[in-house]
């Protein structure tokens, strides 16, 4: 992933915002594999993030938060659903940032 990105900005002057934000979306779903993540999603003043009830295990939810949650903002609602208020970040370009 980061050698497309960095053979793309050698070959072009300008990268575009949007060809940006992809690769911080694709970066970011690629770390969060490894953790199980099914899915990241916003909700009114909240982001949420839900792992697989199939594949989840306490430890790695332990260390999804050891390695993300530095500052103790994650709030644990079920062992399979966390969430985050979304005022703690500038914008949602920010909070995917967290993740790579």
Same mark, same amino acid.
């Given at each position: 992933?980061?050698?497309?990105?960095?053979?793309?900005?050698? +070959?072009?002057? %300008?990268?575009?915002?949007? @060809?940006?934000?992809?690769? %911080? &979306?694709?970066?970011?779903? %690629?770390?969060?594999?490894?953790?199980?993540?099914?899915?990241?999603?916003? &909700?009114?003043?909240?982001?949420?993030?839900? #792992?697989?009830?199939?594949?989840?295990?306490? =430890?790695?939810?332990?260390?999804? @938060?050891? !390695?993300?949650?530095?500052?103790?903002?994650?709030? !644990?609602?079920?062992? #399979?659903? !966390? +969430?985050? =208020?979304?005022? @703690? #970040?500038?914008?949602?370009?920010? #909070? @995917?940032? !967290?993740?790579?």
């Amino acid at each position: 992933m980061d050698y497309a990105y960095r053979t793309f900005v050698e +070959s072009n002057d %300008l990268v575009p915002e949007e @060809l940006e934000n992809l690769f %911080l &979306v694709l970066k970011s779903k %690629l770390s969060l594999k490894h953790y199980k993540v099914a899915s990241v999603r916003k &909700v009114l003043k909240n982001y949420f993030i839900e #792992f697989d009830k199939n594949e989840m295990k306490l =430890e790695l939810l332990k260390e999804f @938060l050891r !390695i993300f949650d530095k500052k103790k903002d994650f709030v !644990i609602i079920t062992p #399979f659903k !966390i +969430s985050v =208020e979304t005022q @703690l #970040f500038k914008n949602d370009k920010e #909070f @995917l940032k !967290i993740f790579v």
